[in-house]
């Protein structure tokens, strides 16, 4: 089993921005699929973004098109989340997930999940 971190997370008023990073250990992480996932109260873990081993191919929530920015260094093993422009409905616990690809950006699709971070944004 791979040991997933997220960090970042937070309160925030509306319209600021946090950025969400998480890690994953081993010369493997170059290799994996990743994305970013949340789960508010109440509702099932949705989708954020993903993005592909080399970074070249990534995708977006509707919701978060234009707001969010994933990236990933794979020298440092990390993958991150730039949240701009916060709004209120992105309050969530925000879940890292990597490792060899399932399934394209869905939440069944990645075999490593990190415990995740609170995301809240306040008005």
């Known amino acids: 089993q791979v040991q997933v971190v997220e960090s970042g997370g937070g309160l925030v008023q509306a319209g600021e921005s946090l950025k969400l990073s998480c890690t994953a250990p081993?010369?493997?992480?170059?290799?994996?699929?990743a994305g970013w996932f949340r789960q508010a109260p109440g509702k099932e873990r949705e989708t954020v973004s993903c993005?592909?081993?080399?970074?070249?191919?990534?995708h977006y929530a509707n919701s978060v098109k234009g707001r969010f920015t994933i990236t990933r260094n794979n020298a440092g093993n990390t993958l991150y989340l730039q949240m701009n422009n916060l709004k209120p409905e992105d309050t969530a616990i925000y879940y890292c997930a990597a490792g060899p690809l399932l399934r394209w950006c869905s939440p069944e699709g990645y075999p490593y999940w990190g415990q995740g971070t609170q995301v809240t944004v306040s008005s």
């Open positions: 081993g010369p493997a992480f170059r290799d994996y699929w």
């Open positions: 993005i592909r081993e080399s970074g070249r191919t990534t």
